[in-house]
């Protein structure tokens, strides 16, 4: 069979043909190293594809395995389940049924903009992060740093999925690799009847139980100041002071 030039031969080279004394593969005539079943819609870009979805090729530009060339290697573990050929650990496959990047297939795509964090993935100059497991919340094809109740008409600066939002960056207060909306201080004995209390004394939650919000933070009483006059919590732009009981 001809294999050019540089290609390569297991048996004996004469000019542009290879001369085999035992085939590997026969298809239409010629011998080929590897057989790999890619389905009919399936691409052979290094080889001859045949009717009934198999690609023919003398070589393998991707992951060889047991006489297929696989386009796709992954490392699944023991446990993780495999759509293709498993091999130990490992996980043979041709079609990509997440997300291909860089000529590897992950499960998750996620948007993290240029300046977010890509822990235990692969990030793109687009801001996207490729990752095949995720230790946070997973949702159509991504993995979200973040999610939280907003009913179904509070705002949501990512992805909603019913009364839930996902995203990735917090623009409120992080605590214990979560986001909330608020931080107040309640102080050790104070009471946090809507978050999560901190040793430091800070309640974090997403919704207020007090009557006031600002800038981040619940308070219980609001008074008007004006342009003067002593503020015992934090004075507002507009001559409001918010505070809390000590």
Known sequence: MPVGTFGTCSGVKSGYYCYYASCKYSYHSSCYEYKTYVGRSGSCSHGVKSSTG??????????????????????????????????????????????????????????????????????STTGHCYSNSCHDYAYDGSCYKNRKIVGHSGTCTGVRLGSYCYFTSCSGHTYLEKCYQYKTYVGPSGWCSSGVKSPAGYCYSTSCSTIYAYRGTCYKHRYYLGGSGYCRGVRAYDGYCYYNDK
């Open 54 to 123: 198999y690609c023919y090729s003398t070589s393998c530009p991707y992951h060889a395995y047991a006489g297929s060339c696989y386009k796709y290697k992954r490392y699944v573990g023991s446990s993780e389940s495999c759509n293709g050929t498993r091999s130990d650990y490992y996980c043979y496959f041709t079609s990509c049924s997440g997300h291909a990047y860089l000529e590897k297939c992950y499960e998750y795509r996620t948007y993290v903009g240029p300046s977010g964090s890509c822990s235990g993935g692969v990030k």
